[in-house]
């Protein structure tokens, strides 16, 4: 920051207080303004500090940037600073990746549909594993359950990869999918969403957070209640239809492609 000289740092998230606050008295000194993203108005660890810490950052900031209402509507209350909200967009990064040579997934059965479920997936992880494991062992006909990611289980008729994924390798797997089950118990939101929307995978999500702003029910996704039972999973994914996921892939792909440019004129107007 000292020798660039930078009109704008963008401090993303509240992870590592000392360094963030260091970052802070820096910008200050040099005439820099900071824009902090708040991805979640919780904290996550030990180590990431005090709910006063986050408030007096979130307050120092001179622009406070949040990817969902939910967590906007958080920080007003908590520090009566109004964030501007950009939503998340398409991973770029991830979908820049150099994929593998060969499928990592065997190729699906004719007539077969394969649905999927990633991310960190240990027990504590709140991502509602335990719910697609169940729809996994009802074996629902013309579906193949696949799970990817570190603690990824094993269940008798479902493909497992276990362990971090590199960007390539997660982007072939996921895209060869026609949907992500995603029956989160909390999120603030989800990177996986926009990942599956702009691969043309149809995300089904819990009412959870702010999950049910980035998917249009019936167009981008499909939004469960946060109560559903597995037979309710099992009943949407019964009556699923080609057809229709198609359609909602053309048009998740193109939706996608517009959320992207919105998001970055949207950026530049507060990093400017």
């Known amino acids: 920051i000292k020798?660039?000289?930078?009109?704008?740092?963008?401090?993303?998230?509240?992870?590592?207080?000392?360094v963030e606050e260091l970052v802070y008295r820096t910008a200050r000194s040099s005439?820099?303004?900071?824009?902090?993203?708040?991805?979640?108005h919780r904290h996550h660890t030990l180590l990431s500090g005090?709910?006063?810490g986050?408030?007096?950052?979130?307050?120092?900031?001179?622009?406070?940037?949040c990817h969902s209402r939910f967590v906007a509507r958080e920080v007003l209350r908590s520090t009566g600073r109004k964030p501007t909200i950009i939503p998340l967009p398409p991973p770029l990064g991830v979908l820049a990746a150099r994929q593998p040579y060969g499928s990592v997934l065997p190729e699906l059965?004719?007539?077969k549909l394969r649905a999927v479920h990633l991310g960190v997936l240990s027990r504590r992880s709140g991502k509602g594993t335990?719910?697609?494991?169940e729809i996994a062992k009802r074996k629902p006909v013309g579906l193949e359950m696949v799970f990817l990611g570190s603690g990824a289980p094993i269940v008798e008729g479902a493909i497992t990869i276990d362990g971090f994924?590199?960007?390539g390798v997660l982007t072939q797997a996921v895209s060869s999918a026609s949907l992500a089950l995603l029956p989160y118990r909390f999120a603030s939101q989800s990177g996986v969403i926009p990942l599956c929307q702009a691969l043309g995978v149809v995300p089904v999500v819990t009412n959870v957070g702010g999950l049910s702003e980035q998917v249009d029910h019936g167009r981008t996704g499909f939004i469960m209640s946060e109560n559903s039972t597995t037979d309710d999973w099992l009943s949407l994914l019964r009556n699923l239809n080609v057809k229709t996921l198609d359609e909602m892939t053309t048009y998740?792909?193109?939706?996608?492609?517009?959320?992207?440019a919105e998001f970055g004129e949207q950026s530049l107007l507060v990093v400017n």
């Open 3 to 18: 020798d660039f000289e930078p009109r704008t740092v963008v401090v993303q998230n509240y992870l590592i207080p000392a």
């Open 165 to 167: 994924l590199d960007a």
């Open 31 to 40: 005439g820099t303004r900071i824009v902090m993203v708040v991805h979640d």
């Open 252 to 260: 998740m792909m193109e939706d996608s492609d517009r959320r992207l």
């Open 50 to 52: 005090t709910h006063l």
């Open 54 to 65: 986050l408030k007096n950052q979130i307050r120092s900031a001179d622009a406070v940037v």
């Open 130 to 133: 335990d719910v697609v494991v």
């Open 109 to 111: 059965e004719p007539g």
